[in-house]
Structures are given as structure tokens and as C-alpha cells.
């Protein structure tokens, strides 16, 4: 059976079994006995275990396991190469041709820099002289004012080169034991060019401001990163405490014209979707939705804050493959749903009056909807078992006769006629008519098993041509605005003609002089 080690190579902390960490030990022997009378011993060992810990960190990475295993390591060395391999008479800086020469990295190069550094990293990526980079950023910066922006920008995003791998990736060169050498031994015998005294010194005032300037860009950049992700870690605690409120805390609510007491959000939205598989597929829909999101805004939360390292590939595609999945069936749901009210139904009920000989007056009943819900004595009361309210359609018609016509137009849509119908015909709704008195309840009323199947009551009052009648404000305002042929509806004495409701003019006048005199 094999077993597992924590090993620090390149000041990276793996999981390695027992044969790669012989492997890799007795391999890393050999590189110390090899490179012990070299100069700069110490630094060559470490740059190659700084290389060995990136390679491995890509295997792991790539290929989804958490262990570094003997076939990494076999691998990493085959690309590192064997010291018995390297000539004593290799040159210092090998020349490689086109086809030699890795995809690299972008860097900084801290050593030919001017300024700071972007132009000498640029040109070793692109086997250039710094020279023509630099001549395109003065010309830039004389002719559109550009270049300095360019610069800075490329300064904050471009990484320094500080190890000597990232010195042979920013030159496009393979990192291996051999390269790592050379290049510890050119830059220990100062091949490097330098620049003239002016310029060094002109630079160097440039690097420092320069310097100055990234750090605080940065600083800012790092800071508003930060308050970023605790803003979304704190958005996403926040979203699901209202969540657990909306589905525990009892309260009256509002909601397309309906009202509710006393129920949760969740039963509400038990109302609205009472089909059971329907409803089922809205929370399967919604619970993928809120992990994904959640879990994203979560990490990525995490990350700004605390730096943590950014999610795996698979990972990501998961969470996109959960979101997609969580929109694709409420898409499914909501197709379903708008299936279910294709078909609508009405149910009328008209009753005749005789029309008292003086004028008739229209009151509306409470609209403080917790007097229906806690009904009250009397025929004013609704029922107790209706827990949902909805808002009446009111509007007055010339009626043939003389006689008061009553009309309630009930509708309803299901997936077909027999059960919209029944939906229907259980709106139930009360109204009172005593002498010259009309009270005309705003609320019909719903059993909430019956769920919302787009339930309306259209309340049709036919009044006799050349009848007067008296609106209360409180109901006027609530009738159908054609139906005044002078669309003055703030309630008061009105006679209904063949073109509909018209205000006595007395009573115009009278509110016309009161305005006046205010």
C-alpha cells in the first residue's frame, strides 16, 4: 500500500506518494552533486525547483488529481532533463532557432529596464531591440498623447520577471537545468547592457514615479477588489435571510390585485401555481438557479477578499452547466404553466329592481380588506373560508325600463371549459340593496384551494335613462372612466343619459365656486 507525503518543493506544498517522492529525491541528489563546485549552487537548485513545482502544479491542475504521482514526476524529468546530459563546453547562452523557441510568457525585465521595464520585456518576448519599442511610445505620446497611457497600463497588468524561469519564459526559451544555468551564469558575469549615465539617471527618477504611481493604482485596485467581494458575500447572506423571512413571517400581502392575510410568500406562490408538478418544476428551477449563483458570487467573494486562487475549469463549467439547467426547466415550467389557463369561461348572474321613484345612492363597502377577511355581522361579511380577496371591475350602463339591473359577469381559465367554470362559479361575492341604498362590496372573494386561475368579477349596474343617482367618492373613483360622458368621476349627483353618467351641473358649479373661493 502505497503512502502519501506533504512535501515543500519550490516553496509550493504538494501531495506526493511514496515512489515519486523517491523518484523525485534521488533526482534532485543528483542536480546537487552535479552543480557542487559551480558557483551560485544554492540559487541553480532552487530556480529548478521552482520550475519542477510549476510543472507539477499544471499536471495536477490539468489532469484532476490531488496527488503527485510517479508518472509526473517521470514526466517533469524528461523535460528538466539529466545532468549527464549537460557539456561543460555549452556555451553560456545557447542560441535557439524559430522552431526552438516556447509559446513564453509577457514580463517585465527588470534588468534592461529604462523605466520600467515594459519596453525590454516586450522586445525579449519578441526577439526585437527595445529600441524600436521605445522610439513607438515617445512617437505615440508627441503625436496622440497615448503612449504614457499605454505604458502604465501595461506596467499594472504585465508581471515582473524575478525567477530566473520567468527571465527564460519572457524570452521565450525552454526552461530546463541546462537554460537555468546559462542563465544564472550570464547575469553573474554581467552581460547585460546598460544604458547612459543620463539616461540611467533620467530613467531611474521615471521608474520612481512610475513606481509610485502603480503601487498606489494598485493599492486602490486591491482595496475596492476587497470591499467588492465583501459587498457580494454580504448580498448573498442577505438574499437568503430574506428568503427564510419570506417563507416563515406571516403577514397581509398584496399582489396583483388580490390581497391575502395571514399567509407566507411561500403560500402565496402556492396560490398562483397550484398545479403540483408545475410547482415542483418552478423550485427544482429555483434551487439550481440559487446554488449556482450563489455559489459563484460566494467564491468569487471569497477570491477578492481572501485571494484565493481562481476556481478550476471544471468546476466553472459546472456551475454554468447547473445555471443553464436551472433556466432551461422554468422555461419548461412556465410553458406548462401558460398551457394550463388556455381556456376561459364566464359565468353571468343578472337580477332585476324596480327603481325607486327618489334617487338612488351608491356607497361602497370598507376598503380596509382585513374587515372582509375577519368578516363582520351581517350581509356585508364574506365568507370565512375565503383567505383571498380580489378586486372588482365596476361600471354603470344606460338599462332599458325602469327597472335597476344587477349584472356579475364571472370568469375564469383552466385547461378546460367544465373546470373553468367551476373556477368560476366559486368566486363568491356579497352586495346589499336597501331602499334607496346600493352598498357595493370593492372584494370578491376566493377559496385558496382553488388556486389562481386569472379570476375576475365584472360588475355591470344598469340604471334607467333620466334617473338621477349619487356616487360616493370612495366608489366613483372605481367606475369604469367611459362610462362618464364628461369623464368627471369624483363622485357626487349624476343622471344617467343614453351616452352614460353625467354630473348635475348644480353640482359642478357648487365644487367650481367652492375651488374659486379657496
Known sequence: MKKNF???IGKRLFNIDDDAYECLNSYLGRLRNYFSAEEGREEIIADIEMRIAELLEQRVETKGQGIVILEFIQEVIREMGEPDQLSDSEDVRPKETAQQRTTGKLFRDPVNRKVGGVAAGLSAFFGIDPVWLRLIFVISTLLYGSGPVIYIVLWLILPEAQTTSEKLEMQRQRVNIGTLRNELASAGKGLQKTGSS???????????????AARLIRWFFQLFGRLTGLLLLALVLLSYLGIGLALLVRDHVGMGGYQFDSVTLYQV???MVPGTSDRWLFYLAFLLVLA??????IYTGLRLLLKWPPLKWPVVVAFILILFGGIVIAGSAVFRYSRSTDVADSVNETLSFKMPESRLHIQSGP????????PLSGSLGMNTNALVLGEINLSFRPAPGDSLVFTQIRSASSTNRPRSTDYATNIQYNWEIKDTLVVIN???SLPFDDGMHYQELNIIVGVPVNKEIYLDPEISWKVRYSDFDN?????????MTSSGLVRKMAEVQATDSTASVK
Open 198 to 212: 543620463f539616461l540611467g539617471s533620467t530613467g531611474a527618477l521615471l521608474r520612481n514615479a512610475f513606481e509610485i
Open 269 to 271: 406562490f402556492q396560490w
Open 442 to 444: 370593492p372584494y370578491f
Open 292 to 297: 449556482a449563483l450563489s455559489g459563484l458570487l
Open 487 to 495: 369623464s368627471n368621476n369624483d363622485g357626487g349627483m349624476y343622471t
Open 367 to 374: 376598503w380596509d380588506y382585513e374587515k372582509f377577511i375577519n
Open 6 to 8: 506533504s512535501v515543500n
